[in-house]
């Protein structure tokens, strides 16, 4: 059973940073799709970065480009997200996806993904 669990969320001043980590277990991640998405209380959840199967292929977000950065370590069978100069309207709780269907895409639709995280929490005071 794959299973991904977020850790690294928190409370930050606007304009500083946070690293996300996702953990998955129960398969490697190597040919998954993957993403990172967040949800504001009475926001629709957002796709905020997507990562196609092969790694090659990052979409960010207009809302986060330039200042979240994805990467993942397959020795670990973790994916991160990179996040700086952060702003209040970044609060959300950060979830990941992945998704092991051959040959995927990394899409912006949440829904796409076959397995999601909890999520952690991201507080952004200003």
């Known amino acids: 059973q794959v299973q991904l669990v977020e850790s690294g969320g928190g409370s930050v001043r606007a304009g500083g940073s946070l690293k996300l980590s996702c953990r998955v277990s129960?398969?490697?991640?190597?040919?998954?799709?993957m993403a990172w998405f967040r949800q504001a209380p009475g926001k629709e959840r957002e796709v905020i970065v997507a990562?196609?199967?092969?790694?090659?292929?990052?979409r960010y977000a207009d809302s986060v480009k330039d200042r979240f950065t994805f990467s993942k370590d397959s020795t670990k069978n973790t994916m991160y997200l990179q996040m700086s100069s952060l702003k209040s309207e970044d609060t959300a709780a950060y979830h990941c996806?992945?998704?092991?269907?051959?040959?995927?895409?990394?899409?912006?639709?949440?829904?796409?993904?076959?397995?999601w995280g909890h999520g952690t929490q991201v507080t952004v005071s200003s």
């Open positions: 129960g398969r490697t991640l190597n040919g998954y799709a």
């Open positions: 996806a992945a998704d092991s269907r051959a040959f995927r895409d990394g899409t912006m639709s949440v829904y796409d993904y076959e397995y």
């Open positions: 990562v196609d199967w092969s790694g090659a292929k990052i």
